[in-house]
């Protein structure tokens, strides 16, 4: 009852807020000597506008579930979609205010906006401190229970012990039958079967029953439904988990259709948004490394010249997005009698070895800074590839891949990437490929931007380069 009592108060308080806000607009733009002057009478909100704000704002955050705590959900995420929310209701709100009392001032409407969004976070603040400070111990005890004794049992349990701030703690499991296997880590907190969970927990209470599930049958159907219905009499939330490991490394999506949830299992891992702001921002940056850079380009031509025969740039067969296929260029950093295709990058587990004798001495110099990617610049123009992705492979590496390896084709390769920054060539291939996979699953512009910062200190210190 805490939880939905914080939820009906914090309502209540966003409404207060939003009147408050259109009030204290009126003030400011009265008090502040910005912007055009105008008459005291045009300042002041329009009765009818109280109620469109009121509705707007409310419509908008119960669309975006802004009063409701999903299952593990932390506070900054729910401040994230406060804000994004709010911004969502001031487009909406300045669409009215056009189509209906175009004598209010925008910036007084400007006032508004802000006096509201920082109303209501500095409200949701307050209230995470009331709840920490004086109602810890009880938020605290959002226990858990866990129907299922699989490895999707063990890795809800995991999941949740990695997740401090959702306040949830696992009290122990009940199995479906006392035949079932037990996962190891589960013995210890084996509570009972499912028959006897309902005489458990009329002794001990419990926020949360998920029941962890990793194949689906009729009987198991039968067993779900006796045991929703033999709980329903505690005032408990109950989620069903199933087991998606055979798909975890797809971009899933729930949707509804008809009151049937379907769950998508290939959907673009970019959304339009993304991809284009990620495409300008490619662009923009490489353009502008190019031409800062050419005085770097022209001396690396000349000490490539200078230092061995052959051309100053390799082209090397590669794997796109989409499973494409590109030319992707490099300065010469091996003498060119070696044929560049049977350089250890076609290993399966080496990508590259220290003291190779094959290297030149502007190449080795090239290697240890990077200087040999910077042609991949032009790969980045043409859009072969982005300056942040899972870095492209060669194609007979390609043809040794598992079916879930091939997820790292669904985006644009990159000059960097998570793997670079987290080891380079001194962690093994497999580690390669699963770092890769976790840029996709968690790809945002912020984590690019953090992975361009990291790149440069690795590049500095040469970590992993040889």
């Known amino acids: 009852m805490l939880r939905t009592r914080f939820e009906f108060y914090q309502l209540a308080l966003d409404i207060l807020i939003l009147i408050g806000a259109l009030n204290g607009s009126f003030l400011l733009r009265s008090s502040i000597p910005w912007g055009i002057s105008v008459q005291l009478e045009t300042s ?44 969502i209701a001031s487009f909406l709100y300045f669409g009215v205010l ?96 499912a028959s006897t969970l309902v005489e458990w927990m009329g002794k001990e209470r419990i926020d949360e029953v998920i029941i ?3 194949r689906y049958s009729d009987a198991l159907a039968e067993q779900i439904s006796a045991l929703m219905y033999a709980i329903q009499q505690f005032p408990v939330n109950i989620r069903l988990a199933p087991d998606y490991s055979d798909v975890s490394f797809f971009h899933t999506v729930t949707e509804d259709f008809e009151g049937i949830p379907l769950i998508g299992l290939r959907t673009p891992i970019f959304t339009p948004s993304q991809r284009l702001i990620k495409r300008c921002i490619d662009l923009a940056i490489a353009l502008l490394v190019v031409l800062a850079g050419l005085p770097v380009f022209i001396a690396i031509v000349i000490a490539i010249r200078l230092d061995s025969h052959g051309s100053v740039m390799i082209r090397q067969k590669r794997i796109g997005i989409h499973g494409r296929s590109f030319d992707m260029y490099k300065f010469r950093s091996m003498h060119s009698k070696i044929d560049q295709n049977q350089f250890d990058e076609t290993r399966i587990n080496i990508i590259k070895t220290p003291g190779d004798i094959r290297v030149t001495r502007v190449g080795r110099f090239l290697r240890r800074t990077s200087l040999d990617e910077l042609p991949q610049l032009l790969n980045v123009i043409k859009g072969d590839m982005s300056l942040v992705g899972p870095r492209p492979e060669l194609p007979d590496r390609v043809k040794e891949y598992n079916w879930w390896q091939f997820k790292r084709f669904e985006v644009p390769q990159g000059m960097t990437g998570w793997w670079q920054v987290n080891g380079r060539a001194n962690r093994p291939m497999h580690l390669h490929t699963e770092d890769d996979l976790y840029y996709i699953e968690n790809y945002s512009l912020w984590l690019d931007l953090k992975i361009l910062w990291r790149t440069a200190r690795v590049v500095i210190t040469g970590e992993g380069a040889f």
């Not at 509705?55 to 994230?80: A, C, E, K, P």
């Not at 209230?127 to 049992?153: M, P, Q, W």
Request: charge should be positive; aromatic fraction near 14%; proline fraction near 4%.
């Open 44 to 87: 002041v909100i329009p009765p009818p506008l109280y109620m469109i704000a009121i509705v707007i704002w409310m419509l908008i955050f119960h669309q975006n579930d802004v009063y409701i705590r999903r299952f593990g959900t932390m506070f900054s995420m729910r401040l994230l979609n406060l804000i994004k929310s709010h911004i």
């Open 98 to 193: 056009y189509l209906t009392y175009r004598d209010v001032s925008r910036l007084q409407s400007f006032y508004f906006l802000s006096v509201c969004v920082v109303g209501m976070l500095a409200s949701r603040i307050i209230f995470r401190l009331i709840e920490r400070y004086f109602f810890e111990k009880e938020l605290d005890k959002f226990r858990v229970i866990i129907v299922g004794t699989n490895s999707s049992a063990v890795y809800l349990r995991d999941k949740i012990l990695r997740n401090p701030r959702a306040k949830l703690s696992v009290v122990g499991f009940f199995r479906f039958h006392p035949d079932d296997l037990i996962e190891p880590g589960i013995e210890g907190k084996l509570l009972g079967d």
């Open 212 to 214: 962890a599930t990793n």
